[in-house]
């Protein structure tokens, strides 16, 4: 079991920027991939980013491509996402997530664990 715990969201204005963060207890994720969702209201839950643990390899939706970073801390067994360039449309619940199959997908069924969720909103 792999619990996961987001936080740093909250409110900004656009243009500005926070940082999420994503820590991970129960296993050590050295051969899983790590992704950040979101779900706006009314709509279905989309890819944000991905990394996967053990090479580092990093993934992002194109709507987020320039702005936002994935990162990760293995000593502290944690996932970061920073935003920046924050627009109103990034306004969601950020969900962080967790595969066991190391695959970075962008399909939320092939992630086994998530978080409870962060609400980002931005202001304009």
């Known amino acids: 079991q792999v619990q996961l715990v987001e936080s740093g969201g909250g409110l900004v204005q656009a243009g500005g920027s926070l940082r999420l963060s994503c820590a991970a207890s129960?296993?050590?994720?050295?051969?899983?991939?790590m992704s950040w969702f979101r779900q706006a209201p009314g709509k279905e839950r989309e890819f944000v980013a991905a990394?996967?643990?053990?090479?580092?390899?990093?993934y992002y939706a194109d709507s987020v491509k320039g702005r936002f970073t994935i990162s990760r801390d293995n000593a502290k067994n944690t996932v970061y996402l920073q935003m920046n360039s924050l627009k109103p449309e990034d306004t969601a619940v950020y969900y962080c997530?967790?595969?066991?199959?190391?695959?970075?997908?962008?399909?939320?069924?092939?992630?086994?664990?998530w978080g409870q969720g962060t609400q980002v909103t931005v202001s304009s």
């Open positions: 997530a967790a595969s066991m199959a190391g695959t970075a997908t962008r399909l939320p069924k092939d992630y086994d664990y």
């Open positions: 129960g296993r050590t994720l050295s051969n899983y991939a």
């Open positions: 990394v996967r643990w053990s090479v580092g390899n990093t």
